[in-house]
């Protein structure tokens, strides 16, 4: 690009993708990436400009997965950990905070660098993972932005959960634009409650929007024990596991994304075109992008065969078509079949 005075090369390896490991099996599979790879290229070489995202590393964070890497690569994302205990601030640089489900808590004063990053017009996506720490100050920071975080994980009644009840299907938000065009499931593994706090307790510039929500027959467990049965105690729901947050204060616009369950995003369910967690990932990325142009990640084409996903309540349900509608009709006709032509 003579503007940009940028070149981008691509190796047949990186078009062409083996792999060894797929979701839920342990076979091997083929991918072919011309598309993805070729368009990333033409946006790396006209974009004056790339996003820098920091992960906050050494709390027991969830990784960021090869997938999920290779889809911000192609959307001119910039990543490098961030160890923000050694650190003054979060860096100047930080387009975009990514902090995945850490299990122990931040110490009071990441807290407050944290905020301070975001009261400053910062972006960041925050996934909450299950844990059975406290984690007073992790929590202090999303409450600053009026998002309570509950103790426990979130279950799922029939037909709304994917193999176990705890793998729950959320369903998204009515006023969420942002995943309004999304099709596919979405698997949200120990997903744990959020609730927006009470009006009078957050700021007027504050607007928190739904992105994802549960079921009026899901209900929150005190811990992992058990899944199958709802038991006393346990906190009926709906929930929301997913808010979209924003706040301008002194023409400085503060940008925040909360999920509730940071194994959504783990190699095991985005590796997967089965189901539809890294697009969400991907939406929320590309919703704050810092680049002059709006990049998409095109997923890699799956040459070998792919498996159908489907939760408990649409199993059931073509269980019953196929095994009793079916037989069942065709046992039917045939008997009114047998006694009208033996009445003649």
């Not at 964070?61 to 003054?88: Q, V, W």
């Amino acid at each position: 690009n003579n503007k940009t005075k940028s070149a981008k090369y691509i190796s047949n390896e990186d078009m062409y993708i083996e792999s060894n490991s797929m979701y839920s099996s342990g076979s091997s599979s083929t991918s072919l990436d011309v598309e993805g790879q070729v368009t990333a290229a033409i946006q790396n070489v006209i974009s004056d400009s790339s996003t820098k995202m920091y992960v906050l590393t050494k709390h027991s964070e969830t990784e960021l997965g090869d997938t999920l890497k290779s889809a911000l690569e192609k959307m001119n994302y910039e990543i490098s950990d961030l160890e923000l205990a050694t650190k003054d601030s979060v860096p100047s640089d930080c387009d975009v905070l990514y902090i995945n489900g850490p299990t122990t808590d931040i110490t009071t004063e990441e807290k407050d660098k944290i905020l301070d990053y975001l009261k400053n017009g910062g972006s960041a996506i925050i996934n909450v993972g299950y844990t059975t720490e406290k984690m007073t100050n992790f929590k202090e920071v999303l409450a600053y932005y009026g998002i309570n975080v509950t103790s426990g994980i979130i279950c799922e009644g029939t037909g709304n959960y994917a193999t176990y009840p705890n793998y729950i299907v959320p369903s998204v938000g009515s006023d969420s634009s942002l995943l309004s065009d999304l099709s596919g499931y979405i698997i949200f593994p120990d997903a744990a409650g959020l609730s927006k706090a009470s009006s009078d307790s957050v700021r007027s510039t504050v607007k928190i929007t739904d992105l994802l929500d549960t079921s009026d027959s899901s209900f929150r467990i005190s811990s992992n024990i058990h899944f199958k049965f709802e038991e006393d105690g346990d906190v009926d729901g709906p929930f929301s596991v997913g808010y979209s947050i924003t706040e301008t204060v002194d023409k400085k616009e503060t940008n925040l994304l909360v999920f509730a369950s940071s194994g959504a995003f783990s190699e095991s369910f985005t590796q997967t075109t089965q189901l539809a967690n890294a697009t969400v990932f991907k939406k929320a990325a590309s919703s704050l992008s810092k680049s002059d142009v709006k990049e998409a990640s095109i997923d890699k084409k799956n040459l070998s065969y792919s498996y159908v996903s489907l939760t408990s309540g649409t199993q059931l349900l073509w269980a019953a078509i196929i095994i009793v509608i079916i037989p069942g009709g065709l046992l039917i006709c045939g008997f009114l079949i047998w006694f009208f032509r033996r009445r003649k």
